[in-house]
Nanobody, 114 residues
């Protein structure tokens, strides 16, 4: 079984930064793609950033230049560094691993106040 646990969420003022962490219970080096998604109240879940085993990354247009995804296979963690936060970034942030048909974490709340 693969379990993912997100941490690092919280409340920050606009312009602030947070670093989210996704911790896995298995060796993530064998997971090709790991992603961060987010879901704001009343909205659909949307992809924020992805990273592959070859460290290829993609970002949603809304976060390009502000967020950075990275992975540490030795620590079994994937990170999302979020800078220049704006109120529109307020959402629950989820980690997703493309393995066994897809595994989700339970999410961590990020709230950005204006």
């Amino acid at each position: 079984q693969v379990y993912l646990a997100e941490s690092g969420g919280g409340t920050v003022q606009a312009g602030g930064s947070l670093r989210l962490s996704c911790s896995a219970t298995v060796d993530i080096s064998r997971i090709d793609t790991i992603a961060w998604y987010r879901q704001a109240p009343g909205n659909q879940r949307e992809m924020v950033a992805t990273i592959t085993s070859s460290i290829s990354t993609t970002y949603a247009d809304s976060v390009k230049g502000r967020f950075a995804i990275s992975r540490d296979n030795a620590q079994k963690r994937v990170y999302l560094q979020m800078n220049g936060l704006i109120p529109e970034d307020t959402a629950v942030y989820y980690c997703h691993a493309l393995i066994y048909g897809g595994v989700w974490g339970r999410g961590t709340q990020v709230t950005v106040s204006s």
